[in-house]
């Protein structure tokens, strides 16, 4: 066997070890020790490999803003600001039809502005609004699929660890990730709205609306939810204005969420210490998802795998469009099947290079922004995908007298306006890079 066929079948065989239910750090770093030794025909180049790469990637200082971000995101999962930004979503739209359900996502938006990780913008969210939506009679299909869907946002709008990650493997500039997402992100939250009020007209009256809420009543409740747009104007406004670097953003938002959690009263010593151990077994697991993917790459490098194929797509004179729509349909699939961070780690060292050789008229670096969100925006939709949906389950452990087979329904209608979304910006890349334009202009 060729070494390129060895590369090619080791796709397959990491797809079943992940069936089989084995972790997907182990079965990428299994099958790439493996790899690199057949190919290589020597464990001295293994082990040394295994040494090397290990220090390298984590001596890698861009690395160290994953756990702030995380930790930022336990302080404000812990603080209390969940329930402020469903009490202020909710006075503004809870009065209309389905309008608990889009104050939900409304407030996971707000929620992803300080929480980088879909997974605990889901959970957060599902404990505050998941007891609400009941309480109104919404379906058990709707309110778990809308929670799941509004999860999503945790990772588009910035600040987000699968942005960071991303920036790192393609050498983009974190701060304009940031700035490009966010246009996405506030349509993703209009599109899940829209799929709600769609519902709720084709099941009229399945849920009741609550009280219109006055005026100063829906000021005040906008007023305690102040310190995230402090938090987000600090973190994303310092990091583009140079005032930051991201890591140092990354602590002053670490550093003013757990502030805000005490002075709220909410947190207390034994939680502070919940959250640094929760955070470091988040890191934990992402670093060794970091290595594993690091040690696969290196064996499909050493196999000639990216290169030929880089080599074959732009021989084939295929159109640049076709490629992209191949690509992000790949991600699509694999969404189901994977989890959003071993997608990216395993899937950008290979594909950016192929795409950016691409003709897509514009610049390497306003390519780099876009193909990053609409790939961020694929993997997203994964989070809400069967089999392997983990924002579905997470709701759905919370709903635990909902079949899972409802909350896979109630998800499609927000799966739809994702597809939408995703062919909308491919077919305008100056949707999302009009604000990254905008502010160049003004600096």
Known sequence: MSDLELALWSFPVLLVLVFLRMP???????????????VSGT??????????????????????????????????TLSGMSSSLFRAAESFLGHRKGGVAMSAVGACAGFGAICGSS???????????????????????????????????????????ILVIYAI?????????????????????????????VWMRVRPNTAAVSRRVPWPERLRTLGEVWPVLVIFVAVVGGIYAGIFTPTEAAAVGAAGTGLFAFASGEMTWARLREAILATAGSTAMIYFIILGAGI?????????????????????????????????????????????LSMVLLTVPIIFPIMAGLDFGMSYNDFGLWFGIL??????VGLITPPVGLNLFIINSMAKTTPISETYRGAL??????????????SFPAITLWLVWTTDALK
Request: glycine share 8%.
């Open 24 to 38: 997907i750090a182990l079965a990428m770093i299994g099958i790439g020790v493996t790899g690199t030794y057949l």
């Open 43 to 76: 464990s001295l180049m293994t082990l040394n490999q295994l040494k090397t790469l290990t220090y390298g990637t984590f001596s890698n200082y861009s690395f160290s803003i994953i756990p702030l971000f995380l930790l930022m995101g336990q302080f404000a």
């Open 119 to 161: 997974l605990a913008t889901a959970a957060t969210m599902g404990q505050v609004a998941l007891p609400e939506l009941r309480r109104y009679g919404y379906p058990d299909s709707l309110s778990t699929g809308a929670l799941a869907a509004g999860g999503t946002l945790g990772i588009l709008i910035p600040p987000s660890v």
């Open 169 to 197: 493997l393609a050498e983009q500039n974190i701060a304009k990730l940031f700035v490009a997402a966010f246009i996405p992100g506030i349509l993703a939250a209009i599109g899940y709205m829209i799929a709600i009020s």
């Open 296 to 340: 696969y790459n290196n064996f499909l490098s050493l196999s000639q795998l990216p290169q030929l194929t880089a080599t074959w797509v732009g021989d084939q004179g295929f159109s640049p469009w076709l490629v992209l729509a191949v690509v992000l349909l790949m991600y699509l699939l694999f969404g189901c099947v994977m989890d959003s």
């Open 375 to 380: 790939v961020l925006i694929v993997v997203e």
């Open 413 to 426: 209608p927000f799966v739809i306006t994702d597809i939408i979304r995703v062919l909308i910006l491919t």
